[in-house]
């Protein structure tokens, strides 16, 4: 599939604010949130709906809604959580899981630590999160671990994507739809992504 890069001119304004080593963590998790909200409504662009009769102060009339029970978010541990409130703002009623995961420093291979999903996981379009989309290993192996728990259809959404993570994920998992709201340049010699925006979980949390 096609990666979807964002084209917009708020999320440039956005992205550029966020990538600035000067912006607060108060002022970054909002923007992930924001940004993170903004992808999940290209993320459903194209989702089937269902018709039923609405009934306004004036007339009847036709209208549309999308089952939430039939999706889940699965942010990727620990900088996808940033990512949650914005996609919960969308559909609220979503279930959510976790994929804990932590890239080995010398092989830039990913560690699971943790994972737990919610009940018929199986049946769901899972929504991947992480806010960095780098090598791709992590998003791989996340992905890899869905699909061992049933998983069949699984889009990935990202703020920052390299195109060494997006070409790994076409490879390993051609049937996952990428959205992204900047595609970066490349991957620097430690597998940070630039320009990018430094690492998203300690600025979202504050750790550094």
């Known amino acids: 599939m096609k990666e979807i890069i964002l084209n917009h001119p708020m999320i440039k304004h956005k992205i ?7 912006t607060s963590t108060k002022e970054f998790r909002e ?5 993170s909200m903004i992808l999940c409504y ?4 194209n989702e089937e709906l269902t018709e039923y009769e609405v009934e306004t102060p004036i007339a009847k009339t036709t209208g549309y809604k999308i089952d939430e029970n039939n999706y889940a978010f699965v942010p990727i541990l620990r900088a996808g959580m940033g990512m949650i409130d914005g996609v919960l703002r969308v ?3 979503a279930k959510i899981g976790h994929i804990g995961l932590y890239r080995n420093e010398e092989t830039l291979e990913p560690v699971k630590y943790f994972s737990k999903f919610p009940k018929g996981i199986e049946n769901k379009e899972v929504i991947l999160l992480d806010p960095m ?3 791709g290993g992590s998003g791989s192996a996340a992905i890899t671990l869905l699909k061992q728990d049933g998983v069949k259809k ?3 959404l990202s703020i920052i994507a390299a195109p060494e993570g997006i070409e790994r994920i076409k490879k390993d998992h051609p049937d996952v739809q990428v959205y992204a709201a900047q595609l ?8 940070y992504i630039v320009p990018g925006l430094g690492d998203a979980g300690d600025r979202i949390y504050g750790t550094k």
């Open 42 to 45: 290209e993320a459903f662009k």
């Open 154 to 156: 699984i889009k990935f």
């Open 31 to 35: 923007l992930i949130s924001e940004i």
């Open 133 to 135: 989309l780098a090598t």
């Open 184 to 191: 970066d340049d490349h991957l620097n010699e430690n597998g």
């Open 16 to 22: 550029s604010v966020l990538r600035s080593k000067d």
């Open 91 to 93: 559909m609220p009623t």
